[in-house]
């Protein structure tokens, strides 16, 4: 008897496959699609990028590349690996591309510049403009909005990066920590582990510190 089944070649994955995280629940979505995920990091030339749109609940976005070959897709898992939870809508990205299954990826972030970040990406919703810079000055200033006193361990801080993240001692997201909230504080530097108690706001990103102070 001949087996039918062979010489058939194997099912190929195909675009539900990719992204089937398109219907999963948002926190089954990473472990979904790290499988498939380019592993060039650290390798090929670096791109300039501007962040076109990245939703943190499906954790997923694209960014246009600066030289004008089109846009690149940016996994959820990419970005943490640079310390970060999420982008908004015209930040600047140092990226380096990867090719996927289905086109270009973003297989690293080197940097992440916020400054460049449209006004509107901080409000209620999009297009609901402040106009000028309004919108991303308190961003690098104080956050505003109600804040919790928290205590936290220092995870990461690098002065040049200007940024760090912080672990809640009662557990939780971590929390960011830009270098602004440190000069208001008179704090030049954080060291991994050491004690600390912010005023936690919440973000447009996630939990971020208003003020800190060592603890």
Avoid: C
């Amino acid at each position: 008897m001949t087996n039918r089944g062979r010489g058939r070649p194997p099912r190929r994955r195909g675009f539900d496959d990719d992204f089937a995280y398109d219907r999963a629940p948002p926190g089954d979505m990473p472990r979904s699609m790290s499988p498939s995920w380019p592993s060039s990091a650290g390798f090929g030339p670096e791109h300039d990028a501007t962040v076109k749109w990245f939703n943190p609940e499906k954790g997923f976005g694209f960014v246009a590349l600066s030289d004008g070959s089109g846009d690149a897709f940016l996994h959820a898992n990419t970005l943490n690996n640079a310390g970060h939870s999420a982008v908004s809508p015209g930040a600047t990205l140092r990226v380096r591309i990867g090719q996927g299954q289905k086109g270009r990826q973003v297989s690293e972030v080197i940097s992440v510049d916020e400054s460049t970040a449209t006004p509107q990406a901080r409000g209620p919703r999009p297009g609901g403009g402040m106009g000028g810079g309004m919108g991303a000055g308190p961003r690098r200033g104080a956050p505003t909005g109600p804040s919790v006193e928290t205590q936290g361990t220092v995870k990461w801080y690098n002065a040049t990066k200007g940024f760090g993240f912080v672990a809640p001692v009662e557990g939780g997201k971590d929390v960011f920590v830009h270098a602004s909230a440190l000069q208001r504080a008179g704090i030049t530097q954080l060291a991994e582990g050491q004690s600390v108690v912010m005023d936690v706001v919440q973000g447009a990103k996630g939990p971020e510190a208003a003020a800190i102070r060592l603890g």
